[in-house]
């Protein structure tokens, strides 16, 4: 059973959530995972509902009033309010007549449980974000219950979310088995993933997932444990019930993509490109020239990391992980939340909160170090630090190797400003 801190219906509505590309909020935990997002690139972390040094995330299942639309697992900078719900329904053009009706979550529910192999089904639940439908269930194949859930989705073909969705995560920031991406015959791209509940795979909870992208951005996203709840449930088998071949049939079943090539697009215009982040190219560019001399650089994100980038440091005494984020124009909404009266204030404006504390439950001697900083025009700069090459491992030495000084001389630095 789940405990006081994981509401059954609130895990269902994040796992839609982070289907949709709507999973990144403005609080500091968020950020600071965003490494994450960055190699995963599926939104599909739960980095809702918590509180950081008494910073709180905001409404809908703490994912933030202000949700960051990620251009990429890197983030950009388009952003809309969780107030205003999901995007309006879109009036298809006359030669995008859809192939079949959008399902509701009740008929996903039993469209998925008759295509699943035989088994018994129980726990059946069905609902939607907006025009997203989504289906949870517990299916025994005779070998275990085992969590299952599908949602349905639908993004503009070819763009940014099309190709994220399908494109395996970095190992760095996510533990798994084996990932593939493959292009169908018919234009369709599959990822398969065999991945872990828990960021450092404790408890044996194993999460195996299918996303399929059609050809007219449909998305069809398949998770499974070998639980019967994907958090906080006993492990009930070895492993979950669907092999890869199976994941890739239900995945690609043709209700399915009826279904979801059925659901409108969002027909507001594109914002234009506000252009690169960061003046001196990539996030991580920018990053690797930050970094205090005589220390090695082992490992850093590529060009492609749009408000994100990291590096992986070695002074010798271990392996350390730095990341950044970076944000555009975020005054109205993080100013009472994370820079309150105590903030230390630059002489140029910029507010900036340093904090230090423990870092993913679970993972062994694992510290995180974080300075946040804003400034006066609203550009945001996070930079965090851990004593491990990764968020996921146990720590490699102590402390990180850049000290809480050099870490805030880092974010204030005139390099992360047009002007720099």
């Not at 298809?92 to 959008?102: C, I, N």
């Not at 870490?407 to 390099?415: H, Y």
Request: hydrophobic residues 35%.
């Amino acid at each position: 059973m789940p405990d006081a801190d994981h509401d059954p219906f609130e895990e269902r509505l994040a796992d839609v959530l982070r289907d949709t590309g709507a999973t990144f909020g403005t609080d500091q935990q968020t950020l600071a995972s965003r490494g994450e997002a960055h190699g995963r690139r599926l939104r599909t972390r739960r980095r809702a509902a918590t509180v950081v040094g008494g910073a709180a995330a905001v409404a809908l299942v703490g994912l933030g009033g202000a949700l960051l639309l990620p251009g990429g697992q890197g983030d950009g900078v388009r952003q809309r309010s969780a107030a205003a719900g999901p995007p309006p329904r879109a009036t298809a053009p006359a030669t995008e007549t859809p192939a079949a009706a959008a399902m509701s979550g009740d008929e996903l529910v039993r469209t998925v449980g008759k295509l699943l192999p035989e088994g018994r089904i129980s726990n059946k639940a069905g609902g939607s974000m907006g025009y997203m439908p989504y289906a949870t269930l517990v299916y025994d194949d005779g070998g275990g219950k085992a969590a299952v859930s599908v949602s349905l989705n639908r993004v503009q073909p070819g763009g940014p979310d099309a190709r994220q969705t399908t494109q395996c995560p970095d190992k760095l920031f996510v533990v798994y088995d084996s990932c593939t991406s493959t292009k169908l015959s018919d234009g369709s791209v599959l990822m398969l993933l065999k991945g872990y509940e828990y960021p450092n795979s404790r408890k044996g909870t194993k999460r195996w997932t299918a996303d399929l992208i059609t050809s007219a951005g449909g998305h069809i996203g398949i998770q499974e444990w070998n639980s019967a709840a994907e958090k906080d449930s006993p492990v009930t088998r070895e492993q979950p019930p669907l092999d890869l071949p199976q994941l890739k049939a239900l995945a690609t079943a043709h209700e399915l993509r009826a279904a979801a090539d059925a659901l409108p697009l969002d027909d507001r215009p594109a914002k234009p490109d506000p252009g690169p982040l960061t003046p001196g190219g990539s996030v991580s560019a920018v990053l690797s020239r930050l970094v205090p001399h005589g220390i090695e650089i082992v490992r850093k994100s590529g060009p492609d990391d749009d408000g994100f980038g990291y590096v992986v440091l070695d002074d010798g005494r271990g392996t350390s992980l730095v990341q950044v984020n970076v944000q555009l124009d975020t005054r109205n909404e993080l100013d009472d939340e994370l820079f309150g009266p105590d903030t230390k204030v630059l002489p140029d404006g910029t507010k900036v909160v340093t904090r230090q504390q423990s870092g993913e439950k679970g993972i062994s001697g694992i510290v995180w170090w974080s300075v946040d900083t804003i400034r006066p025009d609203g550009r945001r700069v996070v930079i965090s630090a851990f004593n491990s090459g990764a968020q996921n491992t146990p720590a490699t030495r102590e402390t990180p190797a850049l000290t809480m000084k050099q870490l805030e001389a880092i974010a204030t630095d005139p390099k992360w400003h047009p002007q720099g």
